[in-house]
């Protein structure tokens, strides 16, 4: 079984910086794209930042320069560092991945979610 784990979030002042990290575990083949997602209170899932196969990263223009997605293959890790917060990021952030599990195929993974709260 293949699972995704978070970790990183709390609680930050306004301009502080958080690393999050995303561990894939499991009967794992290989680890596609991989993505941060985040919810805020009353608004719908967004993207945050991506690492599509065969692509460039791609970031929501809100934390463009600001916020930096990574990848370690050989940990089957993500890592999303977040710098020059801001309250609006405030929100539950999901690490997301296509990852190719051995014996049963390629699948769609969320993580559990962890929350990042920025104090003004």
């Known amino acids: 079984q293949v699972q995704l784990v978070e970790s990183g979030g709390g609680l930050v002042q306004a301009g502080g910086s958080l690393r999050l990290s995303c561990i894939a575990s499991?009967?794992?083949?290989?680890?596609?794209?991989v993505a941060w997602y985040r919810q805020a209170p009353g608004k719908q899932r967004e993207l945050v930042a991506a690492?599509?196969?065969?692509?460039?990263?791609n970031y929501a223009d809100s934390v463009k320069g600001r916020f930096t997605i990574t990848r370690d293959n050989t940990k089957n890790t993500v890592y999303l560092q977040m710098n020059s917060l801001k309250p609006e990021d405030t929100a539950v952030y999901y690490c997301?991945?296509?990852?190719?599990?051995?014996?049963?195929?390629?699948?769609?993974?969320w993580g559990q979610g962890t929350q990042v709260t920025v104090s003004s």
């Open positions: 499991g009967n794992i083949f290989s680890v596609d794209a």
């Open positions: 690492i599509p196969i065969g692509g460039s990263t």
């Open positions: 997301n991945a296509h990852i190719f599990e051995r014996l049963r195929g390629r699948y769609e993974f």
